[in-house]
C-alpha cells in the first residue's frame, strides 16, 4: 500500500486515481460529467439550459424512508484515501453508514453518517483533525486509509422518518497493490445509559483478531448536574481480566488531552473551553439555557485519534469509559448519564462491526 506523506509527496508510484461521486458512479476512466438533463431522478432541472457535462447530477437525490443507496463498489486491490460528503442539518444519526469489503457477509463499519465524521450531536461540529476534518457548513471529510483486497462497498440507508432531499459525496481512491502487512479499517458505534449501580459504558465490546485501536469519538450526554468527566478508559488486551486492564487511564478528560475539566479560570467561570487539534479535540460543548433552570451543558462532542499511539492487541481487545462525578463529601460520584461513542480499528481481517439498533434509540433520552 502506497501512502503519501510529507517525506513521500514527490516520489512517482504505480497508483491508479480514481474518484466516484454522483456525476462518476462507477468512478471509471472517462465516464464523469456523462449525465445530461432529464436522464433520471438524479439530474438537476438547474442544469436544463446548459447541458450535458455541467453540473447535471451533482448528489444523490430524493432518499426516501427505508431506501438504501449505494455510494461506491469499486473492485480492488486499492485504497480509499479521502471521503466527503454533506447533507442538510439534522439527519445525520438517521443515516446508516457502512463499508463491506471483499464481500464479507457483514458489514465492518457500521454507524450512524454524523458519528463517523465525529458530528454525533448536530452535525455542526467544527474538527481541524489529521484523520477527519469538518468544514462550515457541514462539509465532512474523511482521510481515514481503507485498504481493501477484493472489493469495497460502502452503502447508506435512511432509517429516519422523512424524504432526504440531497446527499452529496466524492470518494477517492487509488487502485494498487494491498501488500500483507495492510489491514482494514473497521467502526463500531454503541450507546448505552449508565446506571449508578455500574456506571460503565462500553467504547469497543471485545473483538477477536490481530490489530489494532485507531480512535474515539465520544458523544456524552449529561443527565446529572455538575463536573461529568471523573472516569477512567480502560482497555482489555489480550485476555486481560475484566478488573485487571493493561492500560487504565486518569480521567476522561485526561484521555482527550485535557486537563481540570477544560476549564481555564476556575475563579471566574467554569465554563469548558473547547478545541481541535489533530489528534485530541474536544470541539463541541453544547449549552442549554432555560429560565428555570440556569445553563448547563448537556451535550459534550469529544474525540482522540490513536495514530502517533495505535493500541496494538494480538487475541482481542475489549475499551470501557466509566461515567463518574463527585459528591459533595468529597466521594466519586456514579453517574446516570446517556453516551454514544465510535471506534476506530484496524483488523488484519474484515470482521463484523456491531448492528446499529433501531433509529429511535440512536438519539439521547
Known sequence: MQGITQLSIARLGSGKTRSISAENPTGGKGLGAGAAPGDDAWCSEAAGALGRSWKVRPCLRHLEPGQTAVLADIEGPGVVQHIWCTVLADVHRFISWEVTY?????????????????????????????????????????????????????????????????????????????????????????????TREHPEHVILDKVSGRGHYAGTYLVWNQLSNGWWGEGEVKFFIDGDAEDAPTICGTGTEDYFGGAWGFVMDHERDLRPTTYTTPYLGYPQA?????????????????????????????????????????????????LTDDLASTAFYYLAEPGAAAALPPVEERFAR
Open 102 to 194: 471483499d464481500d464479507a457477509p457483514e458489514p465492518s463499519i457500521r454507524t450512524p453518517l454524523g458519528d463517523f465524521f465525529a458530528n454525533g450531536i448536530d452535525g455542526r461540529a467544527l474538527i481541524a483533525s489529521e484523520p477527519i476534518a469538518v468544514n462550515p457548513k457541514g462539509g465532512m471529510n474523511s482521510y481515514w486509509p481503507m485498504p481493501f483486497r477484493k472489493r469495497f462497498k460502502l452503502t447508506i440507508r435512511n432509517d429516519g422518518p422523512k424524504t432526504i432531499p440531497e446527499v452529496f459525496y466524492q470518494i477517492t481512491y487509488s487502485l494498487e497493490e494491498v501488500g500483507p502487512e495492510a489491514a482494514y479499517l473497521h467502526a463500531s458505534w454503541s450507546r448505552s445509559l449508565t
Open 286 to 334: 453544547v449549552y442549554d439555557s432555560t429560565p428555570k433552570s440556569g445553563p448547563r451543558i448537556p451535550s459534550h462532542g469529544l474525540y482522540r485519534w490513536h495514530l502517533p499511539d495505535p493500541v496494538r492487541f494480538v487475541t482481542d481487545l475489549r475499551v470501557t469509559v466509566q461515567a463518574l462525578g463527585w459528591w459533595p463529601n468529597g466521594k466519586y460520584q456514579p
